[in-house]
Each structure stands twice: as C-alpha cells, then as structure tokens.
C-alpha cells in the first residue's frame, strides 16, 4: 500500500499546486505531502525570517494544518504558494506579536548596523569558507520588516506583488523595504550575494521528513466541526 502512494505521489509531481490541490480536496489526503514538500523551505525561510529557529518549525507545520483545514476558502485568485506563504506569515506574525517581540518599525528609525571591520571582511570569510553563516548573520541583524521582504523577494525569488500580498502592505512598501535592506547588507557582503545566500536557511531532508510525518499524522487525525459538514466557506484565509 505505502508501495502504490509512493507511485502515486510521484506520478503528480509535475502537476500544478492547484490540481494536486483539487485531488487533496476529493479525497487524496496522502497527496499533501508533494505540496509540503515542494514548499518546506519557503514557509520556513518566510518563519525565519520573523521568529527565531526554534519556533520557525513549529510555525510551518501549524500553518500547514491550518492550510489543510481551510482547503476549501482557496478560490485561486493567487497562487495557492502565495495563499499558502501569506499564512505562514501570518502564523509567524501572530507568534512574534503574542511573544511582544515585533514591532512595526517606521523607516526613518532603522539606522544601518552592519559595519564590517577590517579584520573581518567579506573577502576573508569567502576564504575561510564561511560566507554562508556570514550571510545568515547578516540577514539575521536585519530589522524584521526589512529581514521578511528580503527573505521572500531576494531569497524566495518572490515577486513585487506576491510579497505585497503576503505581508498586506503596498507594493511601494515592498520595494522600499528591500532597498533598504539590500543597502544595509550591502557594505558587508560580496557582489554574489544573490547566488550565495540561497545556499543558506537550508531545509534538509531529514528535518523536511520529520515536519512531513507530523503534519500527516495531524491533518489525518483532524474532523471537521459537525456545523461546517457540507457547508462551503467564501473567501481566503
């Protein structure tokens, strides 16, 4: 049986999120696995960039649990990954705020921390091979506003609009965050950034089996409440 959902989970692995969706909703829990694992390192770099790494796992699978049980309010009018980072955003927001740890910071009041000294440039760390933990330091200092739109526009390769709607504020707003972010990343890392850094916030296997088996465990243990039985729900999480 494992055998013919291992085939089965491979046969749709080329199809669009959206129509392995549809099969999720007709019946084929067990395909919700191609959808985490094609989005594990997203949700996570997304969680990361706003909690700290402890809590970024424990966002992600709530987000997918939370994904799964709203199934039903996808109506397409983005991308089910855009629908599906923006509650996980949403996860890690909701997390940051309860902890009192995020705030909303105006852009005048963000002065730029990264400062490299000269014992420690980015040409030296590139020789000591450790421009990857440099990188995810770097990002790290970041204000959360700015740390966020990076993470999805520079490292996700997220678009404009994508990020706009995943975080809920203005385009323009995204696009000044980033640039002020990439100026303050600028002084300290190499031109490659862009190629470096998504060798970094890895999501490994074994890490991308463990969530995968918690979640399944969760969404196929999960009733839906008897008073929404049969009931369509309108609108996105």
């Not at 067990?30 to 966002?59: K, P, Q, S, T």
């Not at 990188?135 to 790290?140: P, R, V």
């Not at 678009?159 to 002020?180: F, G, M, Q, W, Y």
Request: charged residues 35%.
């Amino acid at each position: 049986m494992r055998t013919e959902a291992l085939i089965e989970r491979t046969l749709v692995q080329g199809l669009p999120d959206e129509e392995v969706v549809a099969r999720v909703r007709a019946g084929e829990v067990a395909l919700f696995e191609v959808i985490m694992r094609r989005h594990n390192r997203r949700l996570y770099r997304a969680a990361r960039a706003i909690v700290g790494h402890d809590e970024a796992e424990d966002v992600v699978q709530d987000a997918y649990v939370r994904a799964y049980e709203h199934l039903d309010q996808f109506e397409g009018r983005a991308r089910f990954s855009t629908w599906l980072t923006r509650i996980a955003v949403h996860e890690a927001l909701a997390r940051a705020r309860r902890a009192g740890r995020f705030l909303e910071l105006e852009m005048n009041d963000v002065e730029e921390k990264i400062s490299p000294s000269a014992s420690s440039s980015p040409e030296k760390r590139v020789a000591d091979r450790e421009l990857a933990s440099v990188l995810e330091a770097a990002i790290a200092e970041l204000p959360t506003p700015y740390r966020v739109v990076f993470m999805l526009r520079d490292v996700e390769e997220m678009n404009t609009a994508e990020t706009a709607e995943c975080l809920d504020i203005p385009e323009e707003t995204v696009k000044t965050r980033l640039h002020r972010a990439r100026a303050l990343l600028r002084r300290g890392l190499t031109r490659e950034v862009g190629a470096a850094v998504r060798e970094s916030f890895e999501f490994g296997l074994a890490r991308c089996d463990r969530l995968v088996a918690l979640v399944l465990t969760r969404i196929q243990a999960y009733r839906p409440p008897a008073a929404d039985v049969g009931r369509k729900h309108g609108g996105d999480v």
